[in-house]
């Protein structure tokens, strides 16, 4: 890893549609690129919402973001890191989590050990679910997170392109106009919001790359990793 001199560290969400998790295309391939750019990186491996294991299996996966941020935030001088540079980067499902600790990091959905501030303070949303809308959500990751018969208001909830004010972090989006999977239309309501709100956002559609392109292997998304460096250098998180 390369000296972290700014101190920014990034936590990875791997997609997987809330069924499993692609950990090491969109988790540890992603951890080494970030690091490449001097930045410490965090693959989460977050629970998968059950009923089997959890009281309310929507807020299982938020609840382990949240306390992957306190961890991270109270530990930052230990680690050399900027405690205000803590951002976060999702996939897919993954981008769907990484947008709801965006816009739920001040619901208490744990009992945390101390008062640490769970928001990041920036996100990287790559092909994300966003809403959970039925005219535009991935359907598999609505189904596993919210039930086969989920309520107007869980629906809601967890569009998180709805829950979006002017305290939500700053982001950098990127989708595939041909994305199949997961409309591009998630990244557009999403950033449509933020600049609603005044928040800081920067969305990249490419021609095309499908989805699940990970770190970019042909077409014009394959770029997207030189973009988002410089968005990075942009607002400083990196030289």
Same mark, same amino acid.
């Given at each position: 890893?390369?000296?972290?001199?700014?101190?920014?560290?990034?936590?990875?969400?791997?997609?997987?549609?809330?069924?499993?998790?692609?950990?090491?295309?969109?988790?540890?391939?992603?951890?080494?690129?970030?690091?490449?750019?001097?930045?410490?990186?965090?693959?989460?491996?977050?629970?998968?919402?059950?009923?089997?294991?959890?009281?309310?299996?929507?807020?299982?996966?938020?609840?382990?973001?949240?306390?992957?941020?306190?961890?991270?935030?109270?530990?930052?001088?230990?680690?050399?890191?900027?405690?205000?540079?803590?951002?976060?980067?999702?996939?897919?499902?993954?981008?769907?989590?990484?947008?709801?600790?965006?816009?739920?990091?001040?619901?208490?959905?744990?009992?945390?050990?101390?008062?640490?501030?769970?928001?990041?303070?920036?996100?990287?949303?790559?092909?994300?679910?966003?809403?959970?809308?039925?005219?535009?959500?991935?359907?598999?990751?609505?189904?596993?997170?919210?039930?086969?018969?989920?309520?107007?208001?869980?629906?809601?909830?967890?569009?998180?392109?709805?829950?979006?004010?002017?305290?939500?972090?700053?982001?950098?989006?990127?989708?595939?106009?041909?994305?199949?999977?997961?409309?591009?239309?998630?990244?557009?309501?999403?950033?449509?919001?933020?600049?609603?709100?005044?928040?800081?956002?920067?969305?990249?559609?490419?021609?095309?790359?499908?989805?699940?392109?990970?770190?970019?292997? $042909?077409?014009?998304?394959?770029?997207?990793?030189?973009?988002?460096?410089?968005?990075?250098? $942009?607002?400083?998180?990196?030289?």
């Amino acid at each position: 890893m390369d000296e972290n001199k700014i101190g920014t560290a990034v936590i990875v969400f791997p997609g997987g549609g809330y069924s499993h998790l692609a950990i090491n295309k969109e988790g540890n391939k992603v951890a080494e690129w970030l690091n490449t750019m001097g930045i410490t990186a965090y693959v989460l491996k977050y629970r998968l919402p059950t009923d089997q294991i959890m009281k309310d299996k929507t807020t299982g996966p938020l609840q382990d973001a949240q306390e992957a941020i306190r961890y991270v935030r109270r530990n930052a001088a230990k680690w050399n890191i900027n405690k205000n540079k803590i951002g976060i980067i999702g996939f897919s499902a993954g981008g769907h989590l990484a947008s709801t600790l965006a816009t739920h990091y001040s619901e208490k959905v744990y009992q945390s050990t101390d008062t640490t501030n769970a928001r990041p303070n920036f996100s990287l949303l790559i092909y994300p679910v966003i809403s959970m809308n039925s005219e535009i959500t991935h359907l598999g990751s609505q189904t596993n997170l919210l039930g086969n018969q989920a309520s107007a208001s869980s629906i809601e909830k967890f569009s998180n392109e709805l829950q979006v004010t002017s305290e939500t972090p700053e982001a950098f989006l990127v989708h595939a106009s041909d994305d199949t999977v997961v409309s591009a239309k998630n990244s557009i309501v999403y950033y449509e919001a933020l600049i609603k709100h005044k928040v800081p956002a920067e969305l990249h559609l490419y021609e095309k790359g499908g989805h699940g392109f990970g770190l970019g292997k $042909e077409h014009s998304s394959k770029y997207w990793t030189t973009d988002c460096q410089n968005w990075l250098k $942009e607002h400083k998180y990196v030289d």
